[in-house]
């Protein structure tokens, strides 16, 4: 009850900030009168709270909808916020008037709006380049991660996967992130079905805050192999699954109890890119992770990197290289600004022959 008691102060003070100030000052300049304004704040400023915590399993009809607007505005603000606070001094100086002010700032926010939703519905394939002396030929697979069906449609899978099956890869991988609400049925992630190539799959922090036994049941049923603190062998690779916890410790705590052949290139999936040094101590070849979305939106990839030392893109330690994907999907706001969505194209060199 004390913690919920806290969340809840914490959730109302960040409220102010975001979703109070900007429409109550937006509203004032453009001299909207009480009952307009208030139209307007009321259903903005608790949007939040209701879909977080009254509608957070409702995921159907008319309230996926207004789930989905409230995630958009939730993306909308921080953008809002800081232009809003950079136009606070010409105005206060007089150098432009209030209401040219707020429609200055409402054309730009739309218009950062729609390129930020264009960018998070058109992920790109990006091909990570590497080398190793374990391998005699070529070895290609690919990585999605942070996907966030639930969030996302079924039709964002389906193009999704329609960019995993035009790539020359052995198998796919799946970093966690995969699913972010209950109730999301084998109808909406048929796409993984008609895969041509195995799917590898270790669970993220989403499908633990949600219906897990029957995510992964679903996941099976559709011919995923779930990899839960095991390994799989594939030809010359060894495919390690540890499942994801909030415990910085976790890759240490896990990893040892898993048979490591060092003949086999090792492959660790890991949501979280944490651990690059205790998989180097097993003998990880390569560690791919997702989880930060690169911030998704800025100013977000500030916080995020104060989060996390590797936030995007390739790390080495020792021989031991961990590569963190932006993420493919997005989670609540179906925005991307500062960063880009990713399916993550390895193409890993017999080392004799790697350029």
């Known amino acids: 009850m004390k913690n919920r008691l806290h969340f809840?102060?914490?959730?109302?003070?960040?409220?102010?900030?975001?979703?109070?100030?900007?429409?109550?000052?937006?509203?004032?300049?453009?001299?909207?009168?009480?009952?307009?304004?208030?139209?307007?704040?009321?259903?903005?400023?608790?949007?939040?709270?209701?879909?977080?915590?009254?509608?957070?399993?409702?995921?159907?009809?008319?309230?996926?909808?207004?789930?989905?607007?409230?995630?958009?505005?939730?993306?909308?603000?921080?953008?809002?916020?800081?232009?809003?606070?950079?136009?606070?001094?010409?105005?206060?100086?007089?150098?432009?008037?209030?209401?040219?002010?707020?429609?200055?700032?409402?054309?730009?926010?739309?218009?950062?709006?729609?390129?930020?939703?264009?960018?998070?519905?058109?992920?790109?394939?990006?091909?990570?380049?590497?080398?190793?002396?374990?391998?005699?030929?070529?070895?290609?697979?690919?990585?999605?991660?942070?996907?966030?069906?639930?969030?996302?449609?079924?039709?964002?899978?389906?193009?999704?996967?329609?960019?995993?099956?035009?790539?020359?890869?052995?198998?796919?991988?799946?970093?966690?992130?995969?699913?972010?609400?209950?109730?999301?049925?084998?109808?909406?992630l048929a796409p993984l079905r008609d895969c041509r190539v195995p799917i590898y799959f270790s669970i993220g922090n989403h499908e633990r805050y949600e219906d897990l036994d029957d995510i992964l049941q679903r996941l099976a049923t559709l011919g995923v192999q779930v990899l839960r603190s095991r390994s799989i062998v594939h030809g010359p690779v060894q495919v390690i699954g540890i499942d994801d916890s909030g415990h910085p410790a976790q890759v240490k705590r896990q990893l040892p109890s898993i048979a490591i052949d060092p003949r086999l290139f090792v492959l660790l999936l890991y949501h979280r890119p944490h651990g690059l040094a205790d998989a180097a101590q097993e003998g990880v070849d390569l560690m791919i992770s997702g989880h930060t979305h690169n911030g998704q939106i800025v100013p977000f990839n500030l916080v995020v990197a104060k989060v996390f030392e590797q936030v995007v893109g390739l790390f080495r330690h020792g021989d031991t290289q961990l590569y963190v994907s932006p993420g493919t999907g997005t989670w609540g706001p179906v925005m991307r600004l500062g960063s880009r969505g990713e399916v993550t194209y390895f193409e890993i060199k017999p080392l004799a022959t790697a350029y």
């Open 8 to 188: 809840l102060i914490i959730a109302l003070l960040l409220h102010i900030p975001l979703f109070a100030y900007p429409i109550l000052r937006l509203c004032d300049w453009l001299g909207l009168d009480g009952w307009t304004t208030a139209s307007i704040f009321i259903p903005l400023f608790f949007s939040q709270l209701v879909v977080r915590v009254y509608l957070r399993h409702a995921n159907f009809g008319l309230v996926f909808w207004l789930r989905r607007a409230a995630d958009l505005w939730l993306g909308i603000a921080p953008l809002l916020l800081g232009m809003l606070l950079v136009m606070e001094i010409p105005v206060g100086l007089g150098w432009i008037a209030p209401p040219t002010a707020a429609y200055t700032l409402l054309g730009m926010t739309l218009v950062l709006t729609l390129y930020s939703v264009w960018n998070a519905y058109s992920p790109s394939v990006v091909k990570v380049e590497l080398s190793s002396r374990k391998l005699t030929a070529p070895l290609r697979f690919a990585q999605i991660t942070d996907v966030h069906i639930g969030s996302r449609s079924a039709g964002f899978l389906e193009r999704v996967m329609q960019q995993v099956d035009s790539l020359d890869i052995d198998f796919l991988c799946i970093t966690g992130d995969f699913i972010d609400a209950p109730g999301i049925g084998l109808d909406k």
